[in-house]
């Protein structure tokens, strides 16, 4: 059975900090995603990579997979309020499914 | 573009009662559709999936059932509801199967 890890599973942080969550399976991936879901709303997709190494901003994000296509990680700089949330990552294996972790939930304090 | 819908967002249902949660798709044809649970805002329980209308294949055996009568539609349906149906209910779609997925707003379920 493939499974992602997540961690840490909480996280709480200063504002403007920087931080670094991970997903990490002893499995290979095509693709892995990252989304970020707030409270009672669906997850909102972020990025997708694709390409061992790849390497994907998006403002002060950071999305990174690893070279093995198992593992990734999403690093924030200058953390900011409206970075709370749930951040779950998605793989999709060589048969086409999908493979979700069970998150970290972030919390930046102003 | 596309767009995703859930309705209703939340509901209260007692025990016993049936129940019919809908979903549908917009701007694209012949999506994968797929209905997760999710339990105190942590990870996703794939329920249902569907690759075309009137085809559903079942990831966890339980008290809920699913169908698609349309393309585009998606519905989640129990005859009667446990007090375990309780949860946060969301719909998906993706354009083939091994693509990244896009998710609704959600359903707010609790069962007294």
């Known amino acids: 059975t493939q499974l992602l890890e997540q961690s840490p599973q909480f996280l709480s942080i200063q504002e403007g900090e920087n931080l670094t969550v991970y997903c990490n399976s002893s499995s290979v991936f095509s693709s892995l995603q990252w989304y970020r879901q707030e409270p009672g709303e669906g997850p909102v997709l972020l990025v997708t990579v694709v390409t061992g190494g790849e390497v994907k901003k998006l403002k002060r994000l950071t999305f990174q997979f690893g070279d093995a296509r198992k593992d990734s990680s999403l690093h924030i700089t200058a953390a900011q309020p409206g970075d709370t949330g749930l951040y779950l990552c998605a793989g999709i294996s060589g048969e086409g499914k999908i493979i979700f972790g069970k998150g970290t939930r972030l919390h930046i304090l102003p | 573009s596309q767009t995703i819908h859930q309705w209703p967002a939340t509901l209260v249902q007692p025990v016993g009662s049936p129940l019919s949660l809908e979903c549908t798709v917009e701007?694209?044809?012949?999506?994968?559709l797929y209905w997760y649970r999710q339990a105190a805002g942590r990870g996703l329980q794939l329920l249902f999936y569907s690759v075309g209308i009137g085809q559903i294949s079942s990831e966890v055996p339980q008290n809920l059932s699913a169908s698609r009568p349309q393309d585009r539609q998606f519905i989640l349906s129990s005859k009667k509801l446990l007090l375990s149906d309780s949860g946060f209910y969301l719909c998906?779609?993706?354009?083939?199967?091994?693509?990244?997925?896009?998710f609704g707003p959600g359903t707010r379920l609790t069962v007294t």
């Open positions: 998906a779609w993706s354009f083939s199967q091994g693509y990244e997925q896009y």
């Open positions: 701007g694209t044809s012949n999506p994968n």
